[in-house]
């Protein structure tokens, strides 16, 4: 079987502590990868230049549903069958990569990596507030799509040839983990949940997902039941201007 | 419950509903829509319980508790429109931006034609 070329993207936005050990991880893992910088006002995309990392640089801040989905832009036009999202925050570890990966191979368009998947598993498991609203968002998609996702806020995942091709042509932009299994699974693609294990944030401050708050679990609630009971065709392009 | 409490319940369920096929089919961001969400749940709210507003009227010193109503959503909607002015400012500025940046890339890509052809006239 021919070697399938797989590309990690790692959204940063101002993660001038860590991004360069987190592309590292991902380098010494034995995979190619892509920077996406997400208008870092910090020193991110001066650190990844120093070191010669590649770099797809935004000049202005999407956001991470921006970000990831030039990342996966990014792997289509450049013949990558497999890609992987990344965090550029240290929280993911890159020895999970190749299980994500594997299960891609096996045949699954959207692998998750899931904390909760297996409940021996170690590691960092966020706060019991956030666990919650994790709890909330994993029953809701159950309801609303019959999948199975237990950890749907997880921005570690692994996307095979069909999913790339559907996040190019539309990719939610306010939340996209939960809402892109809700898409995913709306157009037919499978998905899987493969155990990882995630690490504490290493160093600046979270912006991609903020759980905390109950207005975000409504807006997030919202945003899921309108997409899930809207009957749609084919993948959408997304309304041009 | 009046005829007009009902026709006003109407109303607003069917905005909300257009409002959200909008949002559905991708052609209403969701942040936008909550605005519109919450206007037509205050809408329905006082259209269920008109007393306390009643109330409130009588005592801010409105003559005609409708001219408080009025009131309260003009105003509402100035903040909506003035929120919306500042978010076309900022997406104006984005764009401008980003076109910008896509004229000199695109400068840049030329350029290295053009000494990209130069070279290879040298090396003949």
């Known amino acids: 079987m021919t070697e399938l070329k797989v590309l990690v993207i790692i959204p940063a936005y101002n993660e001038q502590d860590c991004i360069v050990d987190t592309v590292e991880a991902v380098i010494e893992a034995g995979y190619d990868h892509l920077v996406v910088n997400d208008g870092s006002k910090d020193a991110t995309l001066e650190l990844c230049r120093m070191h010669g990392f590649n770099v797809l640089d935004l000049k202005e801040n999407l956001g991470i549903g921006g970000a990831v989905q030039a990342g996966h832009k990014y792997a289509h036009s450049h013949g990558y069958e497999i890609d992987v999202q990344f965090d550029g925050d240290g929280q993911h570890n890159a020895e999970c990569i190749p299980g994500l990966v594997d299960a891609v191979k096996e045949g699954f368009d959207l692998v998750i990596g899931s904390r909760f998947l297996d409940a021996q598993v170690g590691g960092f498991k966020s706060t019991a507030m956030r666990r919650a609203g994790i709890t909330w968002l994993s029953g809701l998609i159950r309801i609303m799509t019959k999948t199975r996702a237990t950890d749907p806020t997880s921005g570690f995942r692994a996307c095979g040839k069909r999913a790339i091709a559907l996040f190019c042509a539309e990719y939610p932009v306010d939340y996209p983990e939960p809402e892109s299994i809700v898409e995913a699974v709306q157009q037919g693609l499978s998905i899987k949940d493969v155990s990882v294990v995630m690490n504490e944030r290493q160093g600046g401050t979270s912006s991609i997902r903020p759980l905390s708050s109950v207005y975000y679990m409504v807006k997030v609630t919202l945003a899921i039941a309108i997409m899930a009971l809207s009957k749609r065709g084919g993948p959408q392009k997304e309304a041009s201007a | ?124």
Do not use: H
Request: proline residues 2%; aromatic residues 12%.
């Open chain 2, 1 to 124: 419950m009046s005829v007009l409490q009902v026709i006003v319940i109407i109303t607003c369920l069917l905005f909300v509903i257009f409002a959200l096929k909008q949002v559905s089919s991708k052609k209403l961001l969701l942040r936008y829509s909550l605005l519109w969400l919450g206007l037509a749940a205050a809408v329905i709210l006082v259209s269920l319980f008109p007393q306390p507003v009643f109330f409130i009227a009588g005592l801010l010193g409105f003559g005609v508790s409708s001219n408080f109503i009025f009131f309260v959503a003009l105003f509402f909607l100035l903040a909506i429109t003035l929120s919306l002015t500042v978010i076309v400012s900022k997406q104006s500025l984005r764009l401008k931006r980003a076109v910008q940046n896509l004229a000199l890339l695109e400068k840049r890509f030329e350029e290295l034609d053009v000494s990209g052809d130069k070279e290879c006239e040298k090396k003949k």
